[in-house]
């Protein structure tokens, strides 16, 4: 079993929540919010609500990691004439105290920004279950890349998630790190001191993906993966998906790491389907 105390938190601390603005975007409400990290600071976040009094599902967005809170916004918005309220939220990577880069920052401080995450996204299902129309049975999560890899590890510690869709993630973070081309990593990989550097990742490998993802049961897991990624190969997705546990759904599509409309579509389908949602807009 992996382990799971590092993702612990205080489930009774006050949630915090504070609404910086609020506007209708044809018929759905965005708010702009704010609400507590359990490892300190706030937590920015687009709340996507439906009008009227539900009961709703909700589903929690984490961007991929060159992103932020805006990537899921049109697809909450889609959501939220189907049923849902959404959060779509900064990872730590996107906000002031927290650290952006390996190369650049104390070791230490990735593994505890991804730790952060993982409790970050657990106050978010509280924030959303704190809301009175939402039906805390029908919790979904997408996460894309950053938000995939990390996600995985979160289907093994939040078990009020009942849906997770995986959009290129990686099974073995550090195993990227080792080898990737990607410029940011390379960079960061060659202007290192070897030895910092393989401290980082000796930090970081307790936390890969594959070390949780077979502990996701009972939730259902959606893997979406595309045939021209230049981040994720086909021998990294196919690590993460025959790690996981059932009940497990797989697809490939044309495209690049970005993805494409069939693949938003499909998991749209798949969440109305998991989540008990109407198939077609209000």
């Not at 539900?54 to 909450?76: C, K, Q």
């Not at 490939?252 to 499909?266: K, L, T």
Request: charged content about 25%; hydrophobic content about 40%.
């Amino acid at each position: 079993m992996p382990d799971i105390a590092r993702f612990e938190y205080d489930q009774h601390a006050p949630l915090e929540v504070v609404v910086a603005s609020t506007h209708n975007r044809d018929g759905v409400i965005v708010q702009d919010i704010t609400y507590a990290s359990p490892k300190g600071g706030k937590v920015p976040a687009y709340c996507i609500m439906p009008s009227g009094q539900g009961p709703f599902a909700g589903v929690i967005f984490v961007h991929w990691g060159e992103g932020d809170r805006e990537e899921f916004v049109d697809e909450a918005v889609a959501l939220a004439r189907r049923g849902v309220v959404s959060l779509c939220i900064d990872s730590p990577h996107r906000r002031p105290e927290a650290l952006r880069s390996p190369a650049y920052r104390p070791v230490e401080a990735p593994q505890e920004a991804e730790i952060q995450l993982i409790t970050d996204v657990r106050r978010g299902v509280d924030v959303l279950i704190a809301c009175q129309n939402v039906d805390p049975t029908r919790i979904g999560y997408v996460g894309h890349s950053y938000g995939a890899t990390f996600g995985g590890v979160l289907a093994a510690v939040e078990k009020r998630i009942k849906a997770f869709v995986l959009m290129a993630g990686y099974g073995s973070l550090t195993n990227s790190y080792r080898m990737t081309a990607h410029p940011l990593i390379a960079q960061a990989r060659a202007t290192t001191p070897p030895e910092i550097w393989e401290r980082f990742l000796d930090l970081m490998e307790p936390l890969d993906a594959v070390h949780y993802i077979g502990s996701a049961a009972p939730s259902a897991l959606f893997f979406q993966f595309a045939r021209h990624d230049e981040s994720v190969t086909e021998q990294e997705a196919l690590h993460y998906e025959q790690a996981a546990s059932e009940p497990k759904q797989t697809k490939w599509y044309d495209s690049g790491h970005g993805f494409n409309a069939e693949a938003r579509q499909d998991r749209a389908q798949w969440l109305c389907q998991q989540l008990e949602l109407e198939e077609q807009e209000r």
